[in-house]
């Protein structure tokens, strides 16, 4: 090997360490990702399997105590008057 492809071999070295210096936190990231999307996936189908998930478009029809003390004083006004 003469002088200008050792200086070539060097040159593309250091373009392959720069490029995996780049890539590499891209990889860890999505590597990361993938791993958090699988624990989630499997949480949810250990939820989904020992209690129903509700829906996000569903409201509890179960009054709150304020309610009930609000409307108890309504229904109180009403028959004094």
Same mark, same amino acid.
């Given at each position: 090997?003469?002088?200008?492809?050792?200086?070539?071999?060097?040159?593309?070295?250091?373009?392959?360490?720069?490029?995996?210096?780049?890539?590499?936190?891209?990889?860890?990231?999505?590597?990361?990702?993938?791993?958090?999307?699988?624990?989630?996936?499997? /949480?949810?189908?250990?939820? +989904? @399997?020992?209690?129903?998930?509700?829906?996000? $478009? %569903?409201?509890?029809?179960?009054?709150?105590? /304020?309610?009930?003390?609000? +409307? @108890?004083?309504?229904?109180?006004?009403?028959? $004094? %008057?």
């Amino acid at each position: 090997m003469n002088t200008n492809q050792i200086e070539a071999l060097i040159g593309l070295t250091a373009t392959l360490g720069i490029l995996v210096l780049l890539i590499l936190p891209s990889v860890i990231g999505l590597v990361r990702e993938r791993r958090i999307d699988r624990q989630i996936r499997e /949480a949810q189908e250990t939820r +989904e @399997g020992v209690v129903p998930a509700q829906k996000s $478009s %569903s409201r509890s029809t179960v009054p709150s105590t /304020a309610t009930w003390y609000a +409307e @108890g004083r309504r229904s109180k006004k009403l028959v $004094s %008057s």
